[in-house]
Every structure is written in C-alpha cells, then in structure tokens.
C-alpha cells in the first residue's frame, strides 16, 4: 500500500489504498507547523493565548491579529494560515448573526460549534475545493446553562469541547502542561483567568525552539464572568507581565523533578 501521497492528492475527494485523505492530512500538518495556540477554562472564565511570530521588525505591534471577536460573549482564535481563519471568523459571525435574527437571542455554542465543524468538512468532500489550513479555538456562553464552554474545530471538521487545549507546533508539549496545571489546581475551581494569563505565557516559551523559532508577539484574550462573560482583549499591562513571567519561569524538562507539577498523572482535558 502507499504510504506516500503520490499519485493520490490531487483531490480531498480521493482516498489512498490505505484510506487516508492527504489532502486533510496536508492540512492539518500546516496547522502543526504554526503558532502554538492554547485555550484555558477556569473557575471565573476562559482565557485564549495565542503565539504570533514576528516575520519582519518592521512590522507594527497588534497588527495581522489572530483573536477576534464573534459577538458580545463569543469570540475565537486561529492558528494555521491566517487568511483561512479570517474566513472561518467570518462564517462564524455570519452564523452568529443568522441565529440571533432568527431566535431573537445569541447564538447557543455547541450550534456555532457544529455549524462550523460542518462548514469545515464540507470542503473536504468536493474535488474543486481544498480544507481549511487552520484551526479555530473559541468560546461561547450559554445562557440556558449559565456557563462558559471552549471548543476547537479541526480542518477534517472535527470539532470538540474542553477544559484546556492547544494546537500549532507546540500543541503536544502544551498539552501536557495543561494537563499538569488541570491536576495540580484540582480542576477549575483552582485556577483563576489572571492566573491561567501567566501559565499560558510560561507554556508557550516553554514549547518554543528559542534556536528556530522567530521572536513572537503573545496575543490573548478573555470572557470574565464578572464582566457579564464579553469577551476582549487581555489588558496589555497584564500581558506585559504575563510575557516576563514566561520568560524567567521556563518548565524544566520533563524528566527534571522540579517540573510545574511534580510526579502527577496525565488526564484528559475533553469535556
């Protein structure tokens, strides 16, 4: 069987001899080569943290922005190509927007969720078209079930909900110190957004390849309980702060006692 894509990516709509779809598999390796993108959920909201590499020193602080808003309690953010997210944020406002008009109130997040998750996977079944090279992390507040929920939709269209998640280059190693923070805090009712802003900071120079990687610009943002869940921007001194707290508190490695969380077992952060 091949093993290769030769011959058998041309099209989303065509499958391998072993039954892979390259063309999704192209897709989600462009989300694995971007910034690292992380999402927290915690006792008083959700914080997205998001790494945004600098390609040029000319280029202006807080331009080409990778969170963006959906509605008042709803926003998201993309790692991957950015002009692939940008059309994602668009169908997802769209949606929003349709809902509201129709129901007379926001939009309930496991619907935008899975209208987007079947927006994604519909351009993975047609021959003329080609998958979403991105991820989108968003969060939402359902107002029958007084909560806050994260979700990440994936380019094959799966979509699914969490505590805490990450994707781009760094995805795998930041799970993992998800994981570790989840456990030692004893869930979410242990950790706080101002908190989960400095962890998620830590992790992402933690993952990073400072010998590599280019200089980053860290971009977050947040729906406070106390601030009726709206979801914006972090304040940019908190970020400040956040961004030198990551920088002088890099995890050791792994098989370094003296890690974020000593001797814990791993645990799933899908809700």
């Given at each position: 069987m091949s093993s290769t894509g030769a011959g058998y990516d041309y099209s989303c709509s065509q499958y391998s001899?072993?039954?892979?779809?390259?063309?999704?598999?192209y897709a989600i390796k462009a989300v694995e080569s971007s910034g690292t993108a992380i999402g927290l959920k915690c006792r008083d909201g959700i914080v997205l943290g998001v790494e945004k590499p600098q390609i040029?020193?000319?280029?202006?602080?807080?331009?080409?922005?990778?969170?963006?808003?959906?509605?008042?309690?709803?926003?998201?953010?993309i790692t991957g190509y950015p002009a692939d997210g940008r059309q994602l944020i668009n169908r997802a406002r769209e949606e929003a927007q349709s809902y509201e008009d129709t129901y007379g109130h926001s939009i309930i997040p496991s619907i935008l969720a899975n209208r987007l998750a079947l927006y994604t996977h519909y351009f993975t079944l047609h021959y003329s078209l080609r998958p979403f090279g991105t991820a989108l992390l968003f969060v939402g507040y359902d107002e029958d079930m007084k909560q806050s929920e994260l979700y990440m939709v994936e380019p094959n269209g799966m979509v699914r909900r969490y505590f805490g998640c990450a994707a781009g280059k760094g995805s795998q190693a930041a799970n993992t110190e998800l994981e570790k923070i989840y456990v030692k805090h004893g869930g979410i009712e242990g950790l706080t957004c101002k908190e989960a802003v400095k962890y998620i900071a830590q992790i992402m120079y933690t993952v990073r390849d400072s010998s590599n990687d280019k200089p980053f610009e860290l971009e977050m943002a947040w729906a406070l309980n106390e601030n009726n869940h709206k979801f914006q921007h972090v304040p940019k001194e908190l970020i400040d702060e956040a961004d030198e707290y990551g920088k002088n508190n890099?995890?050791?490695?792994?098989?370094?006692?003296?890690?974020?969380?000593?001797?814990?077992e791993e645990t799933k952060m899908e809700e």
């Open positions: 001899p072993d039954g892979r779809i390259f063309q999704v598999e040029s020193k000319m280029l202006m602080n807080n331009s080409n922005r990778r969170i963006f808003g959906i509605n008042n309690t709803t926003g998201g953010l890099i995890i050791p490695d792994n098989n370094n006692n003296n890690n974020i969380s000593e001797g814990v």
